[in-house]
């Protein structure tokens, strides 16, 4: 009898153990999951939050703007049931030009690569700039570090594409998490047929290292690893992917899109290694890494300037 009881209680102290840990792993998994994809700043996606940011460093949207031809449009998405909010930025209302397609990083918004814009635009480029998904004006449910978002990417380059005709050259721009956007897309067919050249900013090269870096730190007692694979779980049960279909690396290796890439070694938001992982990934030989070795996260075309417009001409007048 003595036993038996003991076997009792033995077995209810090891399914209590067992339920006990069905429960930290899935809080685990539904906490890295909800942190993952509601990641965007809400205070910070408004477009006047970007255009007052840009102020600061010295740029005046309204000014850049009155300059050019500009039409505020949506883009119906192929993959969702939302609008993709853009500017098309044209020189004179010309659509039948060379343009350049950019995609913003976390918590920017379609104003975010104006400054790039102003580059390109001085030499006779067009610019289609969008609102990623969760960011600036677009209603998208979810942030998925660059995933879902090279959907939306896709249909903005096909627009393009549509408007220029076949004639004529049609770029990616991508930072940050926009340069994880591009790299996703440069994986497609459609990427090898429409997309001429693509230039990634500081882009992140890996989803699990990206959120496991920045997004999921919290709590710090438990391994990273296991957040990450909990994690991981729970986006493929609920999205259909998982961390591991999220290595941007894996989509690069095989295209032939000429791809320029900038790094920072001063980055502190997505490292100098990950700007390398992707160009040593690239199997092609039309590509380059710059790297500046004094700039903070996306600051590079701030800090050098002239360094920026001068080796992105070079590389497209080479590779393209």
């Not at 906490?31 to 910070?44: L, W």
């Not at 990934?281 to 800090?303: F, P, R």
Request: glycine share 8%; charged share 25%.
């Amino acid at each position: 009898m003595k036993k038996r009881k003991t076997l009792k209680i033995t077995l209810i102290i090891i399914l209590c153990m067992a339920l006990l840990a069905g429960a930290v792993c899935s809080a685990t998994g539904i906490y890295v999951y909800q942190v993952s994809i509601h990641a965007v700043n809400q205070e910070r996606r408004p477009l006047s939050c970007k255009k007052q940011s840009l102020e600061k460093h010295g740029f005046d949207v309204d000014a850049f703007e009155a300059g050019y031809h500009v039409d505020t449009i949506e883009i119906p998405s192929t993959f969702g049931e939302h609008m993709i909010p853009a500017n098309y930025l044209s020189i004179d209302g010309d659509r039948k030009r060379k343009t350049v397609v950019m995609a913003h990083g976390l918590n920017g918004n379609r104003l975010t690569g104006y400054p790039v814009a102003a580059i390109l635009m001085r030499h006779g480029y067009n610019i289609l700039t969008y609102d990623q998904r969760d960011s600036g004006e677009n209603q998208a449910k979810y942030m998925t570090c660059g995933f879902w978002e090279s959907r939306d990417f896709k249909d903005c380059v096909e627009y393009v594409r549509r408007c220029t005709g076949p004639d004529q050259l049609v770029g990616g721009w991508g930072s940050s998490i926009g340069g994880a956007t591009v790299g996703f897309y440069l994986g497609t067919e459609d990427a090898e047929e429409n997309l001429d050249f693509a230039v990634l900013d500081c882009p992140v090269s890996n989803m699990r290292k990206i959120i496991g870096a920045f997004l999921a730190r919290e709590p710090k007692w438990l391994p990273e690893d296991f957040k990450l694979d909990m994690g991981s779980l729970a986006t493929k049960l609920r999205l259909g992917f998982s961390y591991k279909e999220g290595n941007v690396c894996d989509y690069v290796r095989n295209t032939m899109v000429p791809v320029l890439i900038f790094n920072t070694t001063k980055d502190r938001v997505t490292p100098y290694y990950m700007g390398v992982e992707l160009y040593n990934a690239m199997e092609h030989n039309k590509k380059e890494l710059v790297t500046v070795n004094d700039s903070g996260h996306t600051d590079i075309y701030l800090d050098h300037p002239a360094m920026y417009e001068k080796k992105i001409l070079e590389f497209i007048e080479e590779n393209v």
